[in-house]
């Protein structure tokens, strides 16, 4: 009879068991169901105060401790931190609506951080980073990666052009000599290039490479590929690149050859109400934000500023040269870096190259 009861025990032991494993399986699907689409995270800061043993967090850090009821007090206390500047650790499944909550030093308080000198009450440490998953922004190098594509192909084809690509290739990493909002930078032909915003650092990045390119080998035409705006998610999804032009000629060899290869283009507006939006300031010649929330024509229009007289087309591609997404085209991998538009700009030269004779 106790043999017989302690079989029940263990049975009942193992189904709970299996029960708790198929919970973590299922919770760890859904998580990972969820990177596909979106994932938020917050950022806390915390700051040493002399006196106290434990670091402090900032008031929005203590009031999202609050709504987790404690839980980052308790794994600032196991993992020791203690708000030193720019250190810090990431904490995975606090909360239930932001997965990855990152705890960060911002240094002492009078020194680091300072209470009163809060820009907006409330968030001014703990912000909502919303988006898509860090592994999509390993293709913010695509444009670079479609210009050597393009070189390439351009001289197996043999064709009579003379090309010169520029890759202006930078890392995107915090340090003492990092730019940072607030910075102003002068640029090659003497404008001044204010840094608003760190999420258009696109911008920065193609400026003085632009304007080198221009007076060290004069081209007739200049072609920009780049991921600087999110407008073009929205506006045009996976379906064609955004491309922005000053010569319609060259917009119409682009539309043809996109009609083409079937990796398409679609003409986006570059009226001057965009350059009065990155242009009257104080401070600097040029805004690499500007206002409003038309992010892709704005840094069009940046650009534009940079590439005054020759024919020029812009083509932003960070809805289409970065990471797969829900596309039918079925020789493009999900979730692998698509390689467009390399094959419409191809097509571009060719035309050039070898004009219809219509």
Known sequence: MKSVRLMHALCR??????????????????????????????????????????????????????????????????????GQLGKGRVFMNVDAEFRAVAVVGVGRDGAGFNDLEMIDEGMENARVAAGDCLSMYRGCMSGAAACVGVIRAAAALSLPLNITALLPLCENM????????????????????????????????????????????????????????????????????????????VYKQFEKAGGLTGDRVWRLPLWRYFKELIMPNETFDISNRGRGPASSCIAAAVLHELVPCVDWAHLDIRNVGMLTRHNPLPYLLKDRMTGRPTRTIVQFLYQIACPDSK
């Open 174 to 249: 915090p340090s003492g000599m990092a730019a940072k909002p607030g910075d102003v930078v002068s640029l090659l032909n003497g404008k001044t290039l204010g840094f608003v915003d760190v999420s258009k650092a696109g911008v920065m990045a193609m400026a003085d490479p632009l304007l080198y390119g221009q007076t060290t080998y004069k081209p007739r035409m200049v072609v920009d590929v780049a991921t600087v705006g999110y407008a073009v998610c929205p506006a045009l999804g996976g379906a064609a690149a955004g491309i922005f032009s000053n010569s319609n000629f």
């Open 13 to 82: 032991r193992v189904e709970h068991t299996s029960l708790a494993r198929l919970s973590v399986v299922e919770l760890r699907r859904q998580y990972a169901e969820k990177c596909d689409s979106v994932i938020k995270g917050v950022v806390v800061g915390v700051y040493a105060k002399e006196g106290d043993r434990q670091p402090r967090m900032t008031p929005s850090g203590e009031k999202f401790d609050d709504r987790v009821q404690g839980k980052i007090t308790d794994l600032i206390r196991e993992t020791g931190l203690n």
